[in-house]
């Protein structure tokens, strides 16, 4: 499959990136169970706090009554929850066992928390005891209660998170007991596999988007060959659910929620969908524009020598594969000699690279004297900071491939072609020429795209140096 051949939509952004600012799916109704999970809580142990002082002898009513106390221990107390991970949805918060623990944890604090503000004041025990005690009977039977009610409503329609099925006939059936175990969704439909193809892609996703749809429940087998799509889900603020299964899942983001009492691998949408590439973007473009302007001495030494080693330009421009397969000019200082790409055709049978996809030869005669130093230390790329300055390329990437190179791809290879190409990346940073097989550097890439983050990134970042003092794979 020919890249030339493959048609190409108006400009679509990199696989990471949102096409329009959007926010998680079904965040509102999140933020709202959160908020009044919350308030309820609040409301549980100052009504708690109030019975207690009404059982306790005037002398401490004073001073348990004082307003900043109160509040400071109510913030310790809601904090305790939230970190025990009591407001996560389902089994979560009616887990009464985890709450007891922290309302236990808090009262505990609480002591501490009397001591510090007033070391003077005595309180006795049994009014902890007692507040301890009435705060976990509170708290529990307004859970209940706030259960029940919302499982009335579900049964009649109302705040239910609305979902997409996406799994082959033979796991529809495994997949519906599980989705019935839990009254929260309203099934918005099925699709097998098929609805993630290239053809049906963009499709599947306008349904999705039409339909409001929040999250997505899919099988592994479904996406095991293709864990890219978690990116489309991703910036679609659209929640993912993969089918419980023996591998390990690629994807880093991948955490796991319970979904009728069984854990389900979930990567979870960002609340504001994409603002990492563009984090990303913003650094590429001053960092570059930074090094271009701090650089210029460098660039001009270098101009000198190449002139004064071999004749020809000082610049190498050359026709890359690019973000969604469009060619673009890669700059960089010239290397060779003037004729190496006619030369190459006659070299091509000293490849070194195993299958052939990349022509890689160490010992190129092409190679001019200064060619072979700048080489070495990758001064050669210094150009490509102009690349990415017009956004045709990213600091950190896939490297862009020459046309001799995309042309011998095969269709599963082009995923690599939906991200930003970069100057340096996993694959340079994990041998460079010393990887004499393509499907290695694919799988570098993959692993790149699947687990990238910022802190990938600056991994990345980082080790380039390390690579390049060690001059390891250069040449």
Known sequence: MSYINVAIDSFKPDLRSAKSATIQRGLFIRLLRVALLILLDISSLSVAWNLTVTYTSSLQSEWIKNLPFLLLSLGVQVAI?????????GLYRRDYISIVKAISLSSILQLFITYIYDSSTYIERSTYLLYWLVSIACICAVRKIFDLSTNFLRQKGIIRHSIFAIADAQQKEQLVNILEKDN?????????????????????????????????????????????????????GITVHILPTENKLPFSKTQFSLIGEIPFPTITAPIFAGTDFWIKRLFDFYFSLFLIVLLAPVYLSIAILIKL????????????????????????????????????????????????????????????????????????????????????????????????????????????????????????????????????????DMSYIENWSILLDLSIFLRTFQVLLQKTGAY
């Not at 929850?81 to 949805?89: D, K």
């Not at 099934?187 to 999250?215: H, I, M, P």
Request: glycine share 6%; with cysteine; charged share 25%.
């Open 81 to 89: 929850l939230a970190t025990a991970g009591l407001y996560r949805a």
């Open 309 to 444: 080693d071999s004749p020809g330009p000082i610049f190498f421009r050359q026709k890359r594969i690019g973000l969604h397969r469009r060619e673009f000019l890669i700059w960089k200082f010239r290397t060779m000699i003037t004729d190496a790409e006619k030369i190459q055709v006659s070299l091509e049978a000293k490849n070194e690279m195993k299958d052939g996809v990349f022509f890689k030869m160490k010992d190129d005669p092409r190679v001019t004297r200064v060619g072979g130093f700048l080489r070495r230390y990758s001064l050669d790329e210094l150009p490509q900071f102009f690349n990415v300055l017009v956004g045709e390329m990213s600091l950190i990437g896939p490297r862009p491939l020459p046309i001799r190179d995309v042309q011998k791809f095969q269709t599963k290879h082009f995923i690599r072609q939906e991200v930003l190409p970069g100057i340096t990346g996993l694959w340079q940073v994990s041998g460079r020429s010393d990887i004499d097989n393509f499907d290695d550097v694919i799988r570098l």
């Open 184 to 236: 929260c969704y309203a099934v918005q439909g099925f699709a097998d596999s098929s609805c993630l193809d290239w053809a049906n892609r963009e499709k599947t996703f306008a349904y999705l988007r039409s339909q409001n749809v929040e999250e997505v429940f899919i099988s592994w087998d479904s996406i095991k060959n293709r864990s890219f799509l978690c990116w489309h889900f991703y910036n679609a």
